[in-house]
């Protein structure tokens, strides 16, 4: 199912909540179990195909409301302070794809056909 938050176009099959939201940000947090994330990297000019977080229990988006810059910190458990990654992305002219693939995410940037 696809959500619209401030200019994110988020595709997802897992379950969220907007855990805070401030005058500038919004933070969504996404429960995913345990499964390893695979980051799709393949249109980066450094990676080549992909970056994978093993075990990885929540995610939390926080997206600015003022610019279409997304951060994504990657926890070990549901509290904040379990990040162990966390990383930018420009969700402008996208979709961003979070997916259930059994025991994966598939973490993906769809970039918008016109």
Do not use: W
């Amino acid at each position: 199912m696809t959500y619209q938050f401030f200019g994110l176009r988020l595709d997802t099959d897992f379950t969220y909540r907007i855990i805070r939201e401030s005058e500038d940000d919004m933070d969504i947090f996404l429960d995913v179990g345990y499964r390893c994330l695979d980051l799709n990297a393949s249109d980066s000019k450094m990676f080549h195909s992909r970056i994978q977080f093993p075990y990885v229990r929540s995610m939390i988006l926080r997206i600015a409301k003022d610019s279409s810059i997304m951060t994504v910190h990657v926890m070990r458990d549901v509290d904040l302070m379990s990040a162990f990654a966390n990383f930018e992305i420009d969700f402008s002219h996208s979709t961003i794809s979070i997916k259930n693939e059994k025991e994966k995410v598939l973490f993906d940037r769809i970039f918008d056909p016109f």
